[in-house]
């Protein structure tokens, strides 16, 4: 898998497809151009993203420049319909077509043609087969990863092969998926999309199992929600809900030793997530331009050793955890 990102760093835009709030069609397109600026050059999106909301904006964007000079990805499981519903919950501003879940062969193909339409491009890079976890489906999820098994599976490895697409794998916010699609006979993702499990607050069964089978299988990680929605950095949301007391608490500790140090969370938590062999890129996402500079500052941050010895000691961090130089 050859991606060139710079500092190991993307750009996730989930926030784009107006989650959490409604965002004004010129912060969109001011916070990719400030991406693309300051050097980013892959950006991760998926039709979730409000229903479709997040591949329109980055296809207006990007479709400006050389197809050649960015990875894209983007992530099947969902098709978006004509047919419109009322919204809530994380995207409850998205906009009002329906998000119907299919891992099927057809709906895979059909996602993809959706998505390159949106995108405003004649390929993808990265093609992940989306939220087949127990946080979507609930018990009904091992039917629905049999389902992408037979399906979205074959539909990817098939384009690989062919060299339609250049990596596959899966995306969601547990491990367990990953695991069991680096463990199929018949199935062999090459780069997997790990959202909220391999960060600074959250990484333990992440570390136990998911990281070192990929590293052992040759499988890429990208990191996304390195942040865990923000509650890192004083936000309301960890994991995409309302932040418990007990979680509020965690950053509050975090933040006193970074204080002592001279230490940036944000610089942490980057740092922390791509300190992993396996970890290909982390994907931050964002809605403010500004930001952008921010997250490039702070992988460039020095920090000292003595701050990670510090969270070791007092077990925010595993001791098993490769850390940063």
């Known amino acids: 898998m050859s991606m060139k990102i710079k500092n190991k760093i993307g750009f996730g835009t989930a926030p784009l497809g107006n989650m959490f709030r409604d965002i004004p069609e010129e912060e969109a397109q001011a916070t990719i151009q ?12 998926a039709p979730l993203y409000g229903a479709g909301l997040s591949e329109i ?16 990805s983007t992530k099947v499981g969902r098709v978006i319909s004509d047919e419109e519903e009322e919204k809530e919950g994380l995207f409850q501003s998205a906009r009002k077509n329906k998000v119907i879940d299919d891992y099927t062969e057809d709906a895979t193909l059909r996602s993809i043609e959706q998505s390159l339409e949106r995108l405003k491009t004649d390929r993808l890079d990265i093609v992940y087969v989306h939220d087949i976890s127990p946080d979507f489906h609930g018990d009904e999820w091992i ?25 596959w794998g899966i995306g969601v916010n547990t491990t367990i998926p990953i695991e069991l699609a680096m463990n199929l006979e018949d199935a062999h993702p090459d780069l997997s999309l790990s959202a909220t499990q391999y960060t600074l607050m959250q990484h333990d069964r992440a570390l136990e199992r998911m990281m070192p089978t990929a590293h052992e299988k040759g499988m890429g990680i990208v990191v996304g929600a390195p942040f865990n929605s923000g509650a890192l950095l004083g936000g309301s949301y960890f994991d995409y809900a309302e932040a418990a007391p007990v979680v509020k608490a965690h950053v509050q500790n975090l933040n006193e030793s970074a204080k002592r140090h001279n230490v940036s969370l944000k610089a942490a938590a980057l740092q922390f997530s791509t300190a992993h062999p396996a970890v290909e890129a982390v994907i931050p996402g964002s809605t403010r331009p500004e930001r952008i500079k921010e997250d490039l500052a702070a992988m460039a941050e020095t920090i000292p050793s003595a701050f990670w010895q510090e969270l070791v000691e007092k077990g925010f961090i595993s001791p098993k955890a490769p850390l940063p130089n």
């Open 34 to 45: 400030s991406a693309w600026d300051h050097g980013i050059r892959y950006f991760d999106t």
């Open 57 to 72: 904006r980055l296809g207006n964007s990007l479709s400006k420049y050389n197809r050649d000079d960015y990875v894209l």
């Open 143 to 167: 039917s629905k990863f049999d389902e992408a098994r037979k399906g979205a599976f074959k539909v990817l490895a098939r384009l690989k092969e062919e060299g339609v697409i250049s990596s």
